[in-house]
Nanobody, 116 residues
Framework: QVQLVESGGGLVLAGGSLRLSCVAP????????MAWYRQAPGKQRELVADISRNGGITSYVDAVQGRFTISRDNAKSTVYLQMNSLKPEDTAVYFC?????????WGQGTQVTVSS
């Protein structure tokens, strides 16, 4: 069972910032597209952002474009999600995802709560 470990979630006021981190096994990380998903209560899990293996290509869901930044440090096998100008509607459990050779690997999730 592949272990992706997220950290960095918490409670923040609207307009504030958080940075999420996710560490993956090196054997997985180096050959995987990495992504962040989120799932709000009563809603389906949605893709927030993803980043290519070398970090050269990123994409974002429209709702976070311009506010969130995904990045990766291949030397540390870590992917980050910098979240700025947070809104109450960003409240969700955020999951790290690695896709390696068509196989999805998931973290356990980290709660982000944005209070107005």
């Amino acid at each position: 069972q592949v272990q992706l470990v997220e950290s960095g979630g918490g409670l923040v006021l609207a307009g504030g910032s958080l940075r999420l981190s996710c560490v993956a096994p090196r054997s997985i990380f180096s050959t995987s597209t990495m992504a962040w998903y989120r799932q709000a209560p009563g809603k389906q899990r949605e893709l927030v952002a993803d980043i290519s293996r070398n970090g050269g290509i990123t994409s974002y869901v429209d709702a976070v474009q311009g506010r969130f930044t995904i990045s990766r440090d291949n030397a540390k096998s870590t992917v980050y999600l910098q979240m700025n100008s947070l809104k109450p509607e960003d409240t969700a459990v955020y999951f790290c995802n690695a896709v390696q050779w068509g196989i999805n690997h998931w973290g356990q999730g980290t709660q982000v709560t944005v209070s107005s």
